[in-house]
C-alpha cells in the first residue's frame, strides 16, 4: 500500500541554519503531497502542498518540490528560527473517494538561539 | 477559512465512563470527517473515517463498540469513547474535508486522560 517515509528526528540547528527534512513516498498512483507542522500543544496545521509532479510548495520560507522521479517530496527552508521549532510531517493523499492521508512519522525540529 | 474546532480541548474521567468529543467545520460543509489518535511522539494514527448521514468506516484494529462515530450533520461530528480505561488516554485529532478536494483541515485536538 501507499506510504511516506521521513527522517527520523529530532533534528537540531541554530537559529539562521539551513534545514532540510527528508521525505519519500510510495504510491501506486498520482499522489498529492503536504507537510503538516505541528506546534507543541496544537494541532496539525497544513504548511504546503504540491498536487502534481514538479510543483513547488511554498509557505513562511518554507518549499518542497514534488520529485516524480525520485518519489520525494524534501522540505527546505535557508534560515530557520526558533518559532519554526516544531513537528514536522509529510504526508500524501491518493485522492480517492475517501481523501484519506498517509502520515510519515514526523520529524521533531529544534532551533536553538 | 476552512476552520475546524474540537470540544473539549482537555477532559479527565474516571475510568469506566464514557466521554463524548465533538469535532464542527465551522465555516464550510465538511461531507468527510476523519478521527486519528496521537500518542506520545509518534504520527497520527486514523482511527475512522466518516461521512456525513452514513456509518463511520473504521480502521482495522479500531473498536468500533468502543469508539462510537457519529456525523449527522455536514458540520458536525463527535467521537465517543465508551467504557473508557487508562490505555485510552491519549491525544485525539479531527479532521475535515469535502468530496474532490485532497486537502483537510486539521481541528486543535483534544486531549483525553482516564484515570
Known amino acids: 500500500g501507499d506510504s511516506v517515509t521521513q527522517m527520523e528526528g529530532p533534528v537540531t540547528l541554530s537559529e539562521e541554519a539551513f534545514l532540510t527534512i527528508n521525505c519519500t513516498y510510495t504510491?501506486?498512483?498520482?499522489?498529492?503531497l503536504f507537510w503538516y507542522v505541528q506546534y507543541p500543544g496544537e494541532g496539525l496545521q497544513l504548511l504546503l502542498k504540491?498536487?502534481?509532479?514538479?510543483d513547488k510548495g511554498s509557505n513562511k520560507g518554507f518549499e518542497a518540490t514534488y520529485r516524480k522521479e525520485t518519489t520525494s517530496f524534501h522540505l527546505e527552508k535557508g534560515s530557520v528560527q526558533v518559532s519554526d521549532s516544531a513537528v514536522y510531517f509529510c504526508a500524501l493523499s491518493d485522492g480517492g473517494a475517501t481523501n484519506k492521508l498517509i502520515f510519515g512519522t514526523g520529524t521533531l525540529l529544534a532551533v536553538q538561539p | 477559512g476552512a476552520v475546524v474546532s474540537q470540544h473539549p480541548s482537555r477532559v479527565i474521567c474516571k475510568s469506566g465512563t464514557s466521554v463524548k468529543i465533538e469535532c464542527r467545520s465551522l465555516?464550510?460543509?465538511?461531507?468527510?470527517m476523519f478521527w486519528y489518535r496521537q500518542f506520545p511522539k509518534q504520527s497520527l494514527m486514523l482511527m475512522a473515517t466518516s461521512n456525513e448521514g452514513s456509518k463511520a468506516t473504521y480502521e482495522q484494529g479500531v473498536e468500533k463498540d468502543k469508539f462510537l462515530i457519529n456525523h449527522a450533520s455536514l458540520t458536525l461530528s463527535t467521537l465517543t469513547v465508551t467504557s473508557a480505561h487508562p490505555e485510552d488516554s491519549s491525544f485525539y485529532i479531527c479532521?475535515?474535508?469535502?468530496?474532490?478536494?485532497?486537502?483537510?483541515?486539521f481541528g486543535p485536538g483534544t486531549r483525553l486522560t482516564v484515570t
Open positions: 479532521s475535515a474535508g469535502y468530496v474532490g478536494f485532497h486537502e483537510q483541515y
Open positions: 504540491a498536487t502534481k509532479a514538479d
Open positions: 504510491a501506486t498512483g498520482y499522489p498529492s
Open positions: 465555516d464550510f460543509q465538511a461531507t468527510t
